[in-house]
Structure formats: C-alpha cells, structure tokens
C-alpha cells in the first residue's frame, strides 16, 4: 500500500506544510504513519523528512471518509487504494485510454504526411523545451524510427526519461545511456498499430496518439491514413504517459518502474502557455507545408 505512494513523486512538502495543506496536525500525522503506515515521508539526503504534494490529497482523502462515518483505518486504505487505482492505466493502447479518459478529444483523419509535421512540432516545440520531461515514442516499425533515431537520440540527453516503441527484434541494441530506451511490442500489441508522441513535463506537455485505420495493406506508406487526436493538457498527456510506462515496465525496459512511480502523481495543473500553443500550430503548419512540397516534388521526379 505504501510502496506506489511513498514512490509517486520527489518530496517537497515538510511535515509543517502537509499540516497546513490539510488541517491535520504534524503530531496526528506521526501517529497515522505509526499506527496505520500512512503517510510515509520519504528521506533526503541530509536525512531530512519529506512528503509529496499527492499525500495532501490522500490526507484530505481519507478527512471526506471519516467525515462520512468510515473507521480511520479502513478511511486511509480506501483512500490509499483510489489513489493507486486511478494512477493506474486502464488499457495497453494510448489512443483508447486517451478516448476513454478525455472524450472531449475530437478525432481526426489525417494522412502520414500531416502526422509527421504534427510530430515534429510536438518534439521541437514541447519535447525539447521542457524541463527534464519524459517522452515517449511509438513508431510502428523499426523502419520508421530508423529516420528519426538520431532526432531522439538528442531528445532523450535532456529527458529525464525517454523510450520508444515498435516491433523492435529482442536482439536489437535496446539503446545505450544516453539514447531512449528501444522497447519492443509483444505481437499482439495494440500500441503497434498506434502512432504516439508524448511529453510530460512540469510546464510543457503534449500528446499525439493516432490509430492506423484497418485495410491500408496495399496504400503507399506516405498515404496511409491514421484517426488522430492530440492535445496539451498536462491531464491527457500524464495519462497518456502512464499508458506507455506501464508498457515499457511490463517488457522490463531499463528504469521503466521508476518512470511508473514518477507518473504515479498528479498532473501538473498548470497548462501551456497560448504563446508556446501559438509557436506550435505555426510550426506544424510550416511542416506541413515543407512535406506537401517535397512529396509533390518527389511525384513530378517520379
């Protein structure tokens, strides 16, 4: 019960301000962790008690229960198990967890061409803007992120985790310290048929997930046509990472249980700033426009 909160997120809070957040006194809250093992404070180096701002929503969690009638101990495990329970993925595919979470989401058809230039803004724009973000990347096949490798490669030096995905062979290099985490999906998969790019930072987020519309086997491969939604709210975009963590967790991929409990906490509230969305539709816009050209100019070379 313990273990996913007291991993959630990197303490801030001081006994004194977890008191004053919730109204509990530092001396009850010593007397919870005791008695019942919540909250469990994490340790700094200089062995200084810590607490994350998440165990001040459990707190006032568990206040709301005893309020209504429910014995302490019974209070904070209900509370404890909710918190867990909703950091918790509810599907292998982001593009479902992102339709089931945020149904205000509008879908789109966009063909890989748009995709492309949407992807790149999102990397140049929020990726490799934020603040020690982790990313994510799911690209199908080793063919497709062949291009991008090296994009990534930079993305990932200042992540402060970074891992893609497609049907990579178990042999292959699974990436090197530097680099993002090569994970490769199991045959049945959904996340094989979905296009992902996502960003989850303190102050810049971003997701893009687009599911490959069945029938395209005999489509040229920039004609392929994907049902798209994308967004910036920190919300949608630390469900959409909680999604893909859990993935690179379940393939053992390197340090993919600490990413887990990181995304554990709560999404940062604050949403980005309209300049920063400005830049974005302006850069994906230009992209765009850079592709078209170069596929027209590809067709009359052909």
């Not at 919300?235 to 893909?244: E, F, Q």
């Not at 302006?282 to 009359?300: K, L, M």
Request: proline share 6%.
């Amino acid at each position: 019960m313990n273990m996913a909160l007291s991993s959630a997120q990197e303490g801030s809070l001081t006994i004194g301000d977890l008191a004053e957040r919730t109204g509990v006194a530092p001396a009850t809250l010593r007397m919870w962790e005791q008695r019942h093992g919540f909250p469990v404070p994490m340790r700094l180096a200089s062995g200084h008690r810590r607490y994350r701002t998440t165990d001040a929503d459990v707190v006032q969690d568990v206040l709301r229960r005893r309020d209504d009638g429910v014995r302490l101990d019974v209070a904070i495990e209900q509370a404890v198990a909710r918190f867990v329970e909703q950091a918790r993925p509810s599907a292998s595919s982001v593009f479902a967890e992102l339709g089931r979470r945020h149904p205000q989401l509008a879908a789109h058809r966009l063909h890989k061409t748009s995709l492309i230039a949407l992807s790149w803004a999102i990397e140049d724009e929020f990726c490799a803007k934020a603040t020690r973000p982790h990313l994510f990347g799911a690209f199908q096949r080793p063919e497709f992120y062949d291009p991008s490798r090296s994009r990534w490669r930079e993305l990932a030096r200042v992540a402060r985790s970074a891992y893609v995905f497609a049907d990579f062979a178990p042999a292959r290099d699974p990436g090197d310290s530097v680099g993002p985490v090569e994970v490769a999906l199991a045959a049945d998969a959904p996340l094989r048929r979905e296009w992902v790019v996502v960003c989850d930072s303190v102050e810049l987020s971003a997701a893009l997930s687009a599911w490959e519309l069945p029938g395209q086997q005999d489509v040229p491969d920039h004609e392929r046509v994907f049902e798209a939604v994308w967004t910036v709210d920190p919300v949608a975009a630390r469900d959409a990472a909680r999604v893909c963590a859990a993935m690179a967790q379940h393939a053992d991929a390197r340090d993919a249980a600490t990413a887990v409990a990181e995304l554990a906490a709560a999404a940062p509230r604050e949403h980005a700033d309209p300049a920063a969305v400005t830049t974005l539709f302006n850069r994906v816009v230009a992209y765009a426009d850079a592709v078209s050209w170069r596929d027209r100019h590809r067709t009359a070379q052909d």
